[in-house]
């Protein structure tokens, strides 16, 4: 005799619906974050319970459920599907397609809440994560398996660095994860389509949690993409996750706490609201070879008001992450773009993890650039200037322009040796403006053609051998010669 399988659910009824929060008699033996359905038709999640009833976040439209539906409680956590298929789609953090394109097929589930691996299962990080962005990857390298936070008020270019990222981790064996957290449908758009005309969305998952979602789904949705990050993490993939932003998670739990009648703290937020993130941040980092020996880099982003980082959840964000990229309004109004303050931003991993041709060219330049400033800054004040002090500072301008990017102008870490070790070798000082925009933007594609031998010993030895340093060395004198720029 064949018994076929079973599986036990308990049964509630609907008391109260109220603006995405369900309470529910019955349902004696829940726990907290598990998975409920109302007849069959809604899913939610557990958040609370007294002895007589559980509060639950819904995640559909409240329009579909009535007081006395029946809710059915399954004997486990909240599971979101996870999987290979879902390279290439947008979904929700149900793991439902919402891209109009067919049912993705998941063969596995993993929890959407669980515990972060413990110490013993990490290693030290060692390997930079390349942003294809010069500023970035010279004086604030990430690690992979590192958090490094993006902060910034609005439209100063918090999500262009992110998207960079995520475009230039092509062809490097990367699977990307974007969770967009309420924004609106119409700037989900856009970022896809860049994704998408860039081949980027072939190795990228969206998960998608925008403005018009239930507030249910705005909350699970960081948690969905980390744990579909960890699905390729422990199968030894470098996975890259971007959660944009949190700033408007942190306001939806907040809205939700509210509504529950939870007692409000700092700026109304509730008593959890730094676990909430610090759950999630933790997730994050680099497996050992028994673990698999993944990794999982975050990215998270936070929008500032008028450059206060000190309000609370971005100072709370600050404090859990291994590092923060400010990004400055009054250096976007400049042109200066990406807009980095590098006097605010820092990683704490630091050059470690930068290959030695990558440290060499780049050791100085921080320093090298706030000299530049706090001198542009004092030339303000004098008619004339010394010499000297007019060199160097024609030294910091070209170190600038060095730093200025378009959005989406992807550069491999070769061409940001190349170009640095040039501005080290005081090449590009006597230089004027147009001759240096060329040299910029010309210089990486001269080297692949002429010298394809040299471009392939730097990227095997990754270090600034004598024999290379006298071939580029040649090489910019020929181009210059050739390009007729002195």
């Given at each position: 005799?064949?018994?076929?399988?079973?599986?036990?659910?308990?049964?509630?009824?609907?008391?109260?619906?109220?603006?995405?929060?369900?309470?529910?008699?019955?349902?004696?033996?829940?726990?907290?974050?598990?998975?409920?359905?109302?007849?069959?038709?809604?899913?939610?999640?557990?958040?609370?319970?007294?002895?007589?009833?559980?509060?639950?976040?819904?995640?559909?439209?409240?329009?579909?459920?009535?007081?006395?539906?029946?809710?059915?409680?399954?004997?486990?956590?909240?599971?979101?599907?996870?999987?290979?298929?879902?390279?290439?789609?947008?979904?929700?953090?149900?793991?439902?397609?919402?891209?109009?394109?067919?049912?993705?097929?998941?063969?596995?589930?993993?929890?959407?809440?669980?515990?972060?691996?413990?110490?013993?299962?990490?290693?030290?990080?060692?390997?930079?994560?390349?942003?294809?962005?010069?500023?970035?990857?010279?004086?604030?390298?990430?690690?992979?398996?590192?958090?490094?936070?993006?902060?910034?008020?609005?439209?100063?270019?918090?999500?262009?660095?992110?998207?960079?990222?995520?475009?230039?981790?092509?062809?490097?064996?990367?699977?990307?994860?974007?969770?967009?957290?309420?924004?609106?449908?119409?700037?989900?758009?856009?970022?896809?389509?860049?994704?998408?005309?860039?081949?980027?969305?072939?190795?990228?998952?969206?998960?998608?949690?925008?403005?018009?979602?239930?507030?249910?789904?705005?909350?699970?949705?960081?948690?969905?993409?980390?744990?579909?990050?960890e699905y390729f993490m422990y199968?030894?993939?470098?996975?890259?996750?971007?959660?944009?932003?949190?700033?408007?998670?942190?306001?939806?739990?907040?809205?939700?706490?509210?509504?529950?009648?939870?007692?409000?703290?700092?700026?109304?937020?509730?008593?959890?609201?730094?676990?909430?993130?610090?759950?999630?941040?933790?997730?994050?980092?680099?497996?050992?070879?028994?673990?698999?020996?993944?990794?999982?880099?975050?990215?998270?982003?936070?929008?500032?008001?008028?450059?206060?980082?000190?309000?609370?959840?971005?100072?709370?964000?600050?404090?859990?992450?291994?590092?923060?990229?400010?990004?400055?309004?009054?250096?976007?109004?400049?042109?200066?773009?990406?807009?980095?303050d590098l006097g605010l931003s820092?990683?704490?991993?630091?050059?470690?993890?930068?290959?030695?041709?990558?440290?060499?060219?780049?050791?100085?330049?921080?320093?090298?650039?706030?000299?530049?400033?706090?001198?542009?800054?004092?030339?303000?004040?004098?008619?004339?200037?010394?010499?000297?002090?007019?060199?160097?500072?024609?030294?910091?301008?070209?170190?600038?322009?060095?730093?200025?990017?378009?959005?989406?102008?992807?550069?491999?870490?070769?061409?940001?040796?190349?170009?640095?070790?040039?501005?080290?070798?005081?090449?590009?000082?006597?230089?004027?403006?147009?001759?240096?925009?060329?040299?910029?933007?010309?210089?990486?594609?001269?080297?692949?053609?002429?010298?394809?031998?040299?471009?392939?010993?730097?990227?095997?030895?990754?270090?600034?051998?004598?024999?290379?340093?006298?071939?580029?060395?040649?090489?910019?004198?020929?181009?210059?010669?050739?390009?007729?720029?002195?």
């Amino acid at each position: 005799m064949k018994i076929e399988p079973f599986e036990i659910k308990e049964a509630g009824k609907v008391t109260e619906i109220k603006k995405g929060i369900i309470k529910v008699s019955g349902l004696p033996n829940c726990v907290h974050g598990q998975q409920v359905e109302v007849e069959d038709k809604v899913k939610g999640i557990t958040v609370g319970f007294s002895p007589d009833e559980v509060v639950a976040v819904i995640l559909g439209e409240e329009t579909s459920i009535d007081v006395g539906d029946n809710v059915w409680a399954r004997a486990e956590s909240f599971q979101v599907p996870v999987g290979e298929a879902f390279l290439g789609r947008i979904i929700n953090c149900l793991g439902e397609p919402i891209d109009g394109k067919s049912e993705v097929l998941a063969t596995q589930t993993r929890p959407i809440f669980c515990e972060a691996s413990g110490i013993m299962d990490r290693v030290p990080i060692t390997e930079q994560l390349y942003t294809g962005t010069r500023i970035l990857d010279t004086c604030i390298p990430i690690g992979q398996g590192q958090r490094e936070l993006i902060i910034g008020d609005r439209v100063t270019g918090k999500t262009t660095l992110a998207i960079d990222t995520i475009i230039n981790q092509k062809d490097k064996d990367a699977v990307c994860i974007y969770c967009w957290i309420g924004g609106s449908v119409s700037a989900l758009s856009r970022i896809t389509q860049v994704l998408y005309d860039k081949a980027a969305l072939d190795y990228s998952i969206v998960v998608a949690a925008p403005a018009s979602s239930p507030p249910g789904q705005q909350y699970l949705a960081p948690y969905a993409a980390a744990a579909i990050g960890e699905y390729f993490m422990y199968r030894g993939r470098r996975v890259v996750v971007v959660f944009d932003d949190l700033t408007k998670h942190a306001w939806v739990w907040r809205q939700l706490c509210l509504l529950l009648e939870r007692p409000p703290g700092r700026e109304a937020y509730p008593g959890d609201i730094f676990y909430i993130h610090s759950q999630l941040m933790e997730r994050a980092g680099k497996l050992n070879v028994q673990q698999g020996g993944g990794s999982m880099t975050f990215l998270p982003i936070i929008e500032t008001q008028q450059g206060d980082v000190t309000g609370y959840i971005p100072s709370n964000l600050v404090s859990m992450t291994d590092g923060q990229i400010y990004l400055s309004t009054a250096l976007f109004h400049e042109g200066f773009k990406p807009a980095i303050d590098l006097g605010l931003s820092v990683s704490r991993i630091g050059s470690k993890v930068q290959n030695y041709a990558m440290r060499e060219v780049s050791g100085k330049l921080r320093l090298e650039y706030a000299q530049f400033r706090e001198l542009q800054r004092l030339s303000r004040l004098k008619t004339r200037v010394a010499d000297e002090v007019s060199g160097r500072i024609r030294k910091g301008e070209v170190l600038r322009e060095l730093f200025i990017q378009e959005a989406h102008d992807i550069k491999s870490w070769q061409e940001t040796v190349i170009l640095f070790y040039a501005y080290q070798r005081n090449i590009l000082d006597v230089l004027p403006t147009e001759a240096l925009a060329k040299f910029k933007s010309q210089i990486y594609q001269y080297f692949l053609k002429n010298q394809p031998v040299l471009m392939k010993e730097l990227t095997q030895e990754q270090t600034l051998t004598k024999g290379i340093t006298t071939q580029l060395d040649h090489g910019f004198l020929e181009f210059l010669k050739v390009e007729k720029l002195v």
